[in-house]
């Protein structure tokens, strides 16, 4: 059917492309923001993790 005003499709598994409507939600635009920024928040103190395992001197050859 057709998506509600003010709704967005979410993706579950984060691939575009995997349009299975077990992967697919049908949330408000605040909830689809929120799901995101979430996924941003994990994905930066991933990174943050990785980053924070190598010293000073290594995390310098990176930018150089």
């Known amino acids: ?3 509600p005003k003010g709704y ?3 993706h579950v598994d ?3 492309l ?3 409507i077990s992967n697919l939600m ?3 635009k605040k909830e689809h923001e929120s799901l995101h920024k979430e996924d941003k928040r994990k ?3 991933n990174i ?3 980053y924070c395992s190598y010293s000073t001197e290594e995390l310098l050859k990176f930018v150089s």
């Open 1 to 3: 059917g057709k998506i």
């Open 14 to 16: 984060k691939n575009k």
């Open 43 to 45: 994905y930066d103190e």
């Open 48 to 50: 943050m993790g990785i």
């Open 18 to 20: 995997n349009n299975d």
């Open 8 to 10: 967005h499709i979410h």
């Open 26 to 28: 049908c949330v408000t």
